[in-house]
Nanobody, 130 residues
Framework: QLQLVESGGDLVKPGGSLRLSCAAS????????IGWFRQAPGKEREGVSC????????YYADSVKGQFTISIDDAQKTVHLQMNGLQPEDTGVYYC???????????????????????WGQGTAVTVSS
């Protein structure tokens, strides 16, 4: 059973940076996509970015293009989300998720119902405030 554990969330001032990590265990990630979603207080969960297990394909939501960078380590066991220039609107709980690459990319970038995603982490909280 694939398990995902996020880390790296914290309180940061506007303009600051954070690096989130998602560690996978229990299964290999071959042919999977790994994505980050966030949920702001009182709002629906939204897709932020995703990457294929090979690292060849990446996607960013328009709201974070040029601001966030997603990467995957050589062992394909940890995915990172480097977040720069953070603003209060980036506040929320950030969740890591995994599913087949096509499903995950559609969930992040094309509005596929998040209920189709098979694996979720527990989330890590990011607060951007002065």
């Amino acid at each position: 059973q694939l398990q995902l554990v996020e880390s790296g969330g914290d309180l940061v001032k506007p303009g600051g940076s954070l690096r989130l990590s998602c560690a996978a265990s229990g299964a290999t990630l071959n042919y999977y996509g790994i994505g980050w979603f966030r949920q702001a207080p009182g709002k629906e969960r939204e897709g932020v970015s995703c990457i294929s297990a090979s690292g060849e394909n990446v996607y960013y939501a328009d709201s974070v293009k040029g601001q966030f960078t997603i990467s995957i380590d050589d062992a394909q066991k940890t995915v990172h989300l480097q977040m720069n220039g953070l603003q209060p609107e980036d506040t929320g709980v950030y969740y890591c998720a995994v599913d087949w690459e096509g499903v995950l990319f559609k969930a992040v970038g094309a509005g596929l119902d998040l209920g189709y995603i098979s694996y979720w982490g527990q989330g890590t909280a990011v607060t951007v405030s002065s």
